[in-house]
C-alpha cells in the first residue's frame, strides 16, 4: 500500500486525474450549450482524443529534445521538423490536393519524414556533435516559416485564413478514427523514446560525460532524432503547430519529480494530454461562436506564466 | 599490467600540428598517477583519448590484452571511469540523482529501474567522497569543490577500477583535496585501483601519487615513481620560465618544489 | 533498428492511402433547417424562400440581405466557420461555396451525414447557375426560375447599355492597397467590368485576386481606378503621370453588394457603371 502513495505515485495519480478532468471538460464544454449525443461524438469525442494525442506527443518530444541538447530552451520544433511538414501542406495547397485521410494530412506528413530522414543525414556526418544539429534544425526552422509566408502570399485572401489557423495550431479537423490512430501513434512512440531514459539521462550532464558513462551517444541521438521526428511530424501533420506545450510542460512536471526520465516522460505524455485538452477547450469556449486557435490559447496562458515562474524562482527550471 | 598505451597519436585534422605525440604508458593497478604539465600540452586530450571519448587515435590502447578501443562505450565505461573537468547541469537534479548516474553501464534494461545495489554502490561512493550530507541538495547550488566531490563519487559508483580524473580535485579547499587524495590513495594501495589524476599543484599530487607523468607539448617528457620523475631537470624541461629547486619535505620525505625569486 | 523501421513504415502506410470519398447525403424534398455558409447563399436561400425565411436557422456573419437574415443564428466567419455551432442546429440542408469556404470543414459537414450543396461562383454565369443549384435543393425550382428569369434580365439590359457606347476603357479594381490586391480573370468582378463595358486591366492574370506590385499597375496605365475608400484614392493621385489621375478617373464605389456573388450584384454592377461612365 506504501508504493501507492510514495511521492511518485501520487504524482502518477495527480497527472491522470488531471487528465481524466480535461477530458470530460472538452466533451462538456464547447460552443453550443446543452449539445446532444450525436455532437459530442461526431465532433468534440475526436477533437479531446486527438488534442490528448498532440498533447502528450509535443510534451514528450520537447522533454527528450531538451534532454538531448543539454538545453532548456529546446522545444519540439526546434530541429525543425515542422518545416517538412509545412513544405508538405504548402506543396498540397498548392497542387490543390488535401489528402487528408482521416484527419492526417499525408503530405505533411510525408514532408515532415523527408526533413528527419536529412536530418538524420546531417547526423550521421558531423562529427561536431549536438551544436551543428541544433544549428541545422534553426536553419529549418526558419525555412519551413518562410514558405508559410511564401504559401500566403499566394494563395488567395480566404486561404490566409487557412494558412494562418494551421501556423498557430487548430484541432478542429479532428475525425474519429485519424484521432485514435494518432493517439496509438503518440503512445507508441513515446514508449520508444521512454526506452532511451538512461541515455536521455546521461545527456543531461553532457555528452561527453554521457559517453564516458558508457552510453553510445551516436546512436543514442540518432535513435532519440529517428522518434522525436516522427512523433512531431505527426503532430504537426494533424494540428499544425501548437506552440509552448512542448517547452513548458516539461519544466513544470521537473519541478515536480525532478529532470531522470524514467518518470519524467511518462508524466509528460500525460500532463502534456491534459493540459492541451484543457487548452482547446478553452480556445472553444472563451470566444463563442468563434473558436480560437488552440495555439493561440498555449501562448497567451503559457507565455505569462512561464514569465512568473523565472521570475518567482530564478532559474527556468 | 592492466592497461597499456603503445605509440598513440592524435591530431585533429591532417593538416593541424600533433596534439598527443608517440605517448607509451602501462598501468598495473595500485598506480597511483599524477599527470603534470603546461596547459595546452594534451593532458585532457590524452585523458579522452584514453577513454574512448575521443576517437580516431593512432596506436594501441589495451586493457587486458584486448583492445579496449573497439569494446562498446558500455563495456569501457565499466572498466575505465573517465570524470571530465568540468561539470555542466542546466536542469534541476539532486546530488545523489548525479552519483546514480554512474550506474548508467552497469544498469541492465530500459526496465530495470534503480534498485538496491544501486543504492548501495552511490551510497558508498558519496560515504568515500565526503559527500553524503549533499546527497539531496540541488547540484546546481553547489560549490566547484563540493561539485567535484560529487564528480568523483560518481566516477567510483561506476564500479570501473581504473580511474581517468581530469583535474579532479582542482576546486577543493585543503581539507577536502587532503582527504580525497588519502581516499584515492587508498583505493590504489588496497584495492587495486589504476588512477590517473590531472594535477595543476604539483607538492599536493606528489604526497599520495605513487607514480608522475610528466607531458609536453603532446610527449612524454619523464615516467615514473615519483621521486626518479620529479627531479629538477624534468621539471625545467616542463616549466622552463619558473625559477624552482626540487627539494624534499621535511614532514612526508616527498619530493617538493620550492619556488625562488 | 527494427522497431523504428517498421514504425515509420506503418505511418506512411497510413498517411499515404486514399481519402475514402466523402458521403453526399441527399437534401430532403422541402428542406425545413438551411445553413447557408456565406452572405450570398444567405441571400439567394432567402430570395428563394420568400416567406419562409424560418427555414433558414443558421447564417454566417454579415449576412444582413435580405435584413430579415440579421435574427438569424450566427455560425461564425465564412472562412472558419463553427462545425460544432452548425452541427447543433441540426440542418437537413447546408449551402457552401467552393469559393471561400474551408474544403475541409465542408468534407467533415458531409461526413457527419448532413446534406451539403456546394456551388461555384466564380463568373456572373456561376452566379446564375448557383440559384438554379440552390432552388432544386430547396425544392423551390419554379421560384429559381423566376429569379434565374429577373437575374438574366438585368444583365441583359445593363448588357445593352454597354453596347450602345463606343470607348471602352481599361479598369484597375483594387480590392486593397498595402499589399496590392487587385481583380484578376478568375472572378465576378472581372465579369463585372465586362459586362458594363470596359476591360479589366488585369485580365491576363487568372488568379481570382492576384497581387502585382505598384510598379506592374502604374506600368499598365489604366483609364479608371476604382477602389473602396477615399484613402486609397488619395494614395493613387500621387501618381499625377498616372492617365486615371490626370482625367480625374479614380473612382471610389462602396458597395458590398457589388462583391457578392448573388442576384444583388447587379445592383452592384450598376454602381459600378455609373462610377466608369458617368453621365
Redesign the interface.
Known amino acids: 500500500m506504501n508504493a501507492l502513495f510514495s511521492r511518485t505515485s501520487r504524482a502518477y495519480w495527480t497527472a491522470l486525474a488531471a487528465w481524466a478532468l480535461s477530458f470530460a471538460l472538452a466533451l462538456k464544454i464547447g460552443s453550443v450549450p446543452g449539445a446532444d449525443f450525436d455532437l459530442i461524438y461526431q465532433l468534440r469525442l475526436p477533437r479531446a482524443i486527438l488534442a490528448s494525442a498532440v498533447g502528450a506527443g509535443l510534451a514528450i518530444a520537447g522533454a527528450a529534445l531538451q534532454a538531448l541538447f543539454s538545453n532548456p530552451l529546446c522545444e519540439p520544433y526546434t530541429i525543425g521538423i515542422s518545416a517538412g511538414a509545412t513544405l508538405g501542406t504548402v506543396v498540397g495547397a498548392v497542387i490543390g490536393t488535401q489528402l487528408i485521410f482521416m484527419g492526417i494530412s499525408g503530405l505533411a506528413f510525408v514532408g515532415a519524414l523527408v526533413f528527419a530522414v536529412l536530418l538524420l543525414f546531417v547526423a550521421r556526418r558531423s562529427t561536431a556533435g549536438s551544436s551543428s544539429l541544433l544549428l541545422a534544425g534553426v536553419m529549418l526552422q526558419f525555412f519551413g516559416a518562410s514558405l508559410v509566408s511564401l504559401w500566403m502570399v499566394f494563395a488567395d485572401p480566404t486561404g490566409i485564413q487557412g494558412a494562418l489557423s494551421w501556423l498557430l495550431g487548430d484541432l478542429s479537423r479532428a475525425r474519429l478514427d485519424g484521432a485514435v490512430l494518432s493517439l496509438a501513434l503518440v503512445l507508441i512512440l513515446s514508449f520508444f523514446l521512454w526506452m532511451d531514459w538512461r541515455a536521455l539521462d546521461a545527456f543531461l550532464i553532457g555528452e561527453e560525460s554521457a559517453l564516458a558513462l558508457g552510453v553510445d551517444t551516436h546512436a543514442a541521438r540518432r535513435r532519440i532524432i529517428f522518434f522525436v521526428s516522427i512523433l512531431v511530424g505527426a503532430c504537426v501533420s494533424v494540428a499544425g503547430m501548437v506552440g509552448f506545450v512542448g517547452l513548458l510542460i516539461p519544466h513544470l512536471v521537473r519541478r515536480q519529480v525532478g529532470s531522470l526520465h524514467f518518470s519524467l516522460l511518462p508524466l509528460c505524455v500525460v500532463w502534456g494530454a491534459a493540459s492541451l485538452t484543457f487548452a482547446d477547450s478553452l480556445a472553444r469556449f472563451v470566444a463563442r461562436p468563434y473558436e480560437l486557435p488552440v495555439g493561440v490559447v498555449t501562448a497567451l496562458i503559457g507565455a505569462p506564466f512561464f514569465l512568473w515562474l523565472v521570475m518567482r524562482r530564478g532559474a527556468a527550471a | 599490467m592492466i592497461f597499456s598505451v603503445e605509440a598513440l597519436s592524435f591530431r585533429y585534422r591532417r593538416h593541424e600540428p600533433w596534439v598527443v605525440r608517440d605517448f607509451s604508458l602501462g598501468l598495473s593497478p595500485g598506480d597511483f598517477v599524477a599527470l603534470l604539465g603546461p596547459n595546452g600540452g594534451g593532458k585532457s586530450t590524452l585523458l579522452k583519448l584514453l577513454a574512448g571519448i575521443i576517437p580516431g587515435a593512432e596506436g594501441v590502447v589495451r586493457y587486458q590484452d584486448r583492445n579496449f578501443l573497439a569494446l562498446s562505450p558500455a563495456e569501457r565505461a565499466l572498466k575505465v571511469a573517465y570524470s571530465p573537468a568540468v561539470f555542466h547541469v542546466e536542469f534541476p537534479m539532486t546530488a545523489e540523482q548525479a552519483v546514480m548516474m554512474g550506474r548508467t553501464a552497469s544498469g541492465g534494461g530500459f526496465l530495470r529501474h534503480i534498485n538496491e545495489s544501486d543504492r548501495a554502490s552511490v551510497g558508498e561512493a558519496m560515504e568515500l567522497c565526503c559527500c553524503s550530507r549533499l546527497r539531496e541538495r540541488d547540484v546546481r547550488e553547489l560549490s566547484g569543490g563540493e561539485r567535484q566531490l560529487v564528480q568523483l563519487a560518481r566516477s567510483i559508483a561506476t564500479g570501473a577500477k581504473i580511474l581517468f580524473l581530469d583535474e579532479g580535485l582542482s576546486q577543493m579547499d585543503l581539507n577536502h583535496q587532503s582527504a580525497i587524495g588519502k581516499m584515492l590513495r587508498g583505493l590504489a594501495t588496497d584495492r587495486g585501483y589504476a588512477i590517473i589524476l590531472v594535477a595543476h599543484d604539483v607538492n599536493l599530487a606528489v604526497e599520495w601519487a605513487s607514480h608522475c607523468l610528466l607531458m609536453k607539448g603532446g610527449r612524454k617528457i619523464a615516467y615514473g615513481p615519483v621521486e626518479k620523475a620529479l627531479t629538477q631537470e624534468h621539471l625545467r624541461e616542463l616549466y622552463p620560465d619558473t625559477s624552482f629547486i626540487v627539494g624534499t619535505s621535511p614532514a612526508t620525505g616527498s619530493p617538493k618544489v620550492f619556488f625562488s625569486k | ?1 527494427k ?2 523501421f517498421l ?2 513504415a ?3 502506410a ?6 475514402a470519398a466523402p458521403v453526399t447525403n441527399s437534401p430532403p424534398a422541402h428542406a425545413a433547417r438551411i445553413v447557408t455558409l456565406a452572405p450570398s447563399l444567405g441571400e439567394i436561400a432567402a430570395d428563394l424562400a420568400g416567406n419562409g425565411l424560418s427555414r433558414i436557422v443558421g447564417v454566417t456573419e454579415y449576412t444582413d440581405v435580405p435584413p430579415g437574415l440579421k435574427k438569424v443564428k ?4 465564412y ?2 466557420v ?4 452548425v ?2 442546429l441540426k440542418p437537413d440542408l447546408v449551402l457552401a461555396t467552393m ?2 469556404n ?4 465542408v ?2 459537414l458531409q ?2 451525414g448532413i446534406p451539403v450543396v456546394i456551388v461555384k461562383s466564380v463568373t456572373l454565369a456561376d452566379i446564375e447557375q448557383s440559384i438554379t443549384q440552390i432552388a432544386h435543393a430547396m425544392g423551390e425550382d419554379q421560384q429559381g426560375q423566376v429569379l434565374v428569369a429577373r437575374f438574366r434580365a438585368g444583365v441583359a439590359q445593363i448588357r445593352s447599355h454597354a453596347q450602345a457606347r463606343k470607348f471602352h476603357p481599361s479598369v484597375l479594381f483594387e ?1 486593397s492597397d498595402a499589399p496590392l ?1 487587385v481583380a484578376g480573370r478568375g472572378t465576378f468582378l472581372n465579369d463585372a467590368i465586362e459586362l458594363v463595358g470596359a476591360k479589366n486591366v488585369f485580365a491576363d492574370l487568372a ?3 492576384p ?1 502585382p506590385g505598384a510598379e506592374e499597375a502604374v506600368q499598365r496605365n489604366p483609364d479608371v481606378i476604382i477602389v473602396g475608400s477615399e484613402q486609397e484614392a488619395e494614395k493613387w493621385r500621387r501618381f499625377p503621370q498616372l492617365k486615371a489621375v490626370a482625367n480625374r478617373q479614380v473612382k471610389v464605389v462602396r458597395s458590398d453588394a457589388l462583391l457578392r456573388p448573388s442576384p444583388s450584384i447587379l445592383r452592384g454592377i450598376v454602381e459600378l457603371e455609373r462610377a466608369i461612365f458617368p453621365h
Open positions: 533498428m522497431i523504428p514504425s515509420a506503418l505511418g506512411l497510413l498517411s499515404l492511402s486514399v481519402a450566427s455560425i461564425g466567419s472562412v472558419r463553427n462545425l460544432e455551432a452541427a447543433a469559393d471561400g474551408s474544403k475541409d470543414q468534407t467533415h461526413e457527419m480590392l490586391i488568379l481570382p485576386y497581387r
